[in-house]
């Protein structure tokens, strides 16, 4: 399989293609990461370093990727947080190129907006142009609960809402959609949930919660749940191996006492995922 993956990069650090293209290479992915930012580091810390590229900087690289010939080998097209508004255009242009070369490819993109505790962190006007030119030509998106009620205008706050909420978020282009953290009023304390739905049906799988923010979890998240979909077509499948490798991952994580995720220190979980959570068919 092979992923052409637009996101950011940083030196110091795991968000954007620095975290999910190892995970991607330690199952068996090849990896075309083209960058959006070059940082020094995410920029949680507050301060940082380093370049946005220019979108046109951006397109030039796809461009010269296409002239070697091998967008017609790539699999998918996978996109996470979008630093300004001219990379929108740019990622949907690679979705057309890569499709026309290979009909067979999928857009697998990530709509980060920003979490119900802080709201919207990106520019904006990149809500609106993920809602209304990027998600539409999407098959996989990977929305939190909050971004899936701001594409959809909608208040998901149980399951039922949540699912009526993942359709009218199909409706809107994609077929197969993952909820990467559904929190409703009669799940046990400490726990989240995860929610996947395409044409055959919806699962969701229930783990407990960690006590830790992780930066470039949701980026990893989205490249493993794409490259299982892609490899299966079985979105539980997907689900079980996604979820149980970003649960060590954090794990590992917040056992180390470190901020940045234990992403090499947990490849194992990427190759020889535990499964070990439950995932039940509701729909």
Not at 67 to 83: H, M, N, T
Not at 133 to 150: K, S
Request: aromatic share 6%.
């Amino acid at each position: 399989m092979r992923i052409l993956s637009i996101q950011s990069a940083v030196a110091y650090g795991h968000v954007g293609n620095s975290a999910a293209v190892f995970p991607l290479q330690r199952i068996g992915v090849k990896v075309l990461p083209v960058y959006t930012v070059n940082f020094s580091n995410h920029t949680g810390y507050g301060a940082w370093r380093g370049p946005l590229i220019a979108p046109d900087d951006v397109r030039a690289v796809i461009t010269g990727i296409e002239e070697r010939g091998v967008l017609g080998s790539i699999d998918a097209v996978l996109s996470g947080y979008q630093g300004g508004e001219g990379i929108g255009d740019v990622i949907v242009d690679a979705v057309a190129r890569v499709k026309a070369a290979n009909p067979n490819a999928v857009y697998a993109c990530d709509p980060v907006m920003g979490n119900a505790k802080s709201g919207c962190f990106v520019a904006p006007a990149i809500p609106e142009l993920l809602r209304d030119r990027v998600v539409p030509v999407a098959d996989i998106i990977t929305p939190n609960q909050f971004e899936l009620g701001y594409l959809t205008g909608t208040e998901p706050g149980d399951l039922e809402s949540t699912l009526a909420s993942v359709d009218a978020a199909r409706a809107m282009g994609p077929r197969t959609v993952l909820v990467t953290s559904v929190e409703r009023p009669d799940q046990p304390e400490d726990t989240i949930e995860m929610l996947a739905v395409d044409d055959a049906g919806a699962w969701i799988v229930q783990t407990p919660r960690l006590g830790l923010k992780a930066n470039g979890s949701g980026d990893v998240t989205a490249a493993l749940f794409t490259a299982h979909y892609v490899a299966s077509g079985d979105a539980a499948s997907a689900l079980s191996k996604t979820v149980s490798s970003v649960y060590d991952l954090l794990a590992n994580t917040l056992a180390s006492g470190e901020r940045e995720l234990r992403l090499v220190e947990s490849q194992e979980s990427y190759a020889h995922p535990r499964e070990q959570f439950t995932i039940t068919q509701v729909r």
